[in-house]
């Protein structure tokens, strides 16, 4: 007798805390598609932010470098003029 009523209490205690807990399961496995869509569509949109941000940052450069050559040809035809007068 005592040992029927420890199985019905150890499967009650099994039903009260494994259920719960497949049915948590369940719910993350159901959700995981729409998760890795989500992580994937995130990822696409960090690359691309990415992109445009290596795009910036070259024409960045280029505009600078550009200007700063510029700015050394007017520096030295400053300084031939200043020479020759």
Not at 20 to 33: E, G, K, W, Y
């Amino acid at each position: 007798m005592a040992r029927s009523l420890s199985r019905i209490v150890f499967s009650e205690i099994v039903s009260l805390v494994c259920l719960p807990s497949f049915m948590i399961l369940l719910t993350v496995l159901s959700s995981a598609p729409q998760v890795l869509t989500l992580k994937l569509e995130m990822g696409q949109a960090n690359e691309k932010i990415a992109r445009v941000q290596d795009s910036y940052v070259a024409a960045a450069s280029e505009s600078w470098l550009e200007s700063l050559e510029r700015f050394l040809t007017q520096m030295k035809e400053y300084q031939v003029i200043r020479a020759t007068s």
